[in-house]
């Protein structure tokens, strides 16, 4: 009993479904588009424009404690010396690149 309702059921949902088309699809068939696009081969054609910005800054602490020989002179002990720096750095590039030979 329990196979022939189950047999039904399918039965009435394979039917029910069989009519079910999409109202602008026309009489044309459906075409799926292609699972796979070529793939553009890759070019270093083309130009380009960039820039470049940086800083630093440090500190430095010398000391001599063999008695001032680089600072001062020898009436001067022990020495010491501070270097503090800091710095900019900017830049920018523009060009054109054209590849000649074909790749692939």
Do not use: E
Request: proline fraction near 9%; hydrophobic fraction near 45%; glycine fraction near 20%.
């Amino acid at each position: 009993m329990k196979n022939l309702l189950l047999a039904g059921v399918a039965g009435v949902a394979l039917v029910a479904g069989a009519p079910a088309d999409a109202a602008d699809f026309g009489t044309q068939p459906y075409k799926a588009p292609p699972v796979w696009a070529p793939v553009p081969l890759f070019t270093w054609t083309g130009c380009y424009i960039g820039g470049h910005v940086g800083g630093g800054w440090g500190r430095k602490d010398f000391a001599d404690n063999a008695g001032g020989q680089f600072v001062g002179g020898p009436l001067f002990a022990p020495a010491s010396l501070r270097a503090d720096v800091s710095g900019f750095l900017g830049g920018g590039q523009v060009g054109c690149d054209l590849q000649f030979a074909p790749t692939g």
